[in-house]
């Protein structure tokens, strides 16, 4: 069975500054890694994922994740926030038809 | 427009009264699931389904059922609703699996007292 951990609930930053949202996930078979990003008051849209090949993944607005295997981790990472950032992250895996959630990090980006 | 229609996005009802949320896509997805939301826990799978007539529990079936008689359809039943069951719902859809990108709808916020 699978089961996603997130490792901050918040994270406070400032625009332009960096961020890095925490996974790790466990799983005792192949596994395909998301990000999905819930906007205040919208549902979820899918932010990037890893399915296979390369382990750095990049999605079209700024932000990147990579997929460690030894570490089982799949963090989310961007170089520099806008306000509009401002969002609920959750990362996801999915197992055979089933697909499981984290907890969330909330990304509150002021000016 | 392709997308994931929820109806009701807003409901408040009582303990013990049935109700049905409806999901429906226009995609002509066969994965459709059903998630509730709650602070602090993220998503969990309360239910999915790989096609018609084929459903599977998730993660917290307890409680809810579901019915895929049509393709594009796929109603949440709440049979006997308790308090616990107030949350906020999601239903989503995919081309055929749940590691291929899901649409998710708009939500539907139910309140039980």
């Known amino acids: 069975a699978q089961s996603v951990t997130q490792l901050d609930s918040q994270v406070p930053v400032f625009e332009e500054a960096p961020v890095e949202l925490r996974c790790n996930y466990s799983?005792?078979?192949?596994?395909?890694l998301f990000w999905y990003v819930q906007y205040p008051n919208q549902g979820l849209q899918l932010l990037l994922k890893y399915l296979s090949g390369s382990t750095l993944v990049e999605s079209i607005n700024g932000f990147e994740a990579e997929f460690n295997k030894s570490q089982t981790s799949f963090h989310l990472r961007k170089p520099s926030v806008h306000i509009s950032d401002t969002a609920e992250y959750f990362c996801?895996?999915?197992?055979?038809?089933?697909?499981?959630f984290g907890a969330g990090t909330t990304v509150t980006v002021r000016a | 427009e392709a997308q994931v229609t929820q109806n009701p996005r807003y409901l408040i009802t009582v303990t013990g009264k049935k109700l049905t949320v409806t999901c429906s896509q226009n995609m002509n997805h066969e994965y459709m699931s059903w998630y509730r939301q709650d602070p602090g826990l993220g998503l969990r799978q309360i239910y999915y389904?790989?096609?018609?007539?084929?459903?599977d529990k998730g993660d917290v079936p307890e409680g809810y059922k579901v019915s895929r008689k049509e393709k594009r359809n796929f109603p949440l039943i709440l049979e006997s609703p308790s308090p616990n069951q107030t949350s906020l719902y999601f239903c989503?859809?995919?081309?055929?699996?749940?590691?291929?990108?899901?649409?998710f709808g708009p939500g539907t916020r139910l309140l039980v007292l």
């Open positions: 799983s005792s078979v192949s596994v395909y």
């Open positions: 996801a895996v999915s197992e055979g038809y089933k697909l499981s």
């Open positions: 389904s790989m096609n018609v007539e084929v459903t």
């Open positions: 989503a859809s995919s081309p055929r699996r749940a590691r291929e990108t899901q649409y």
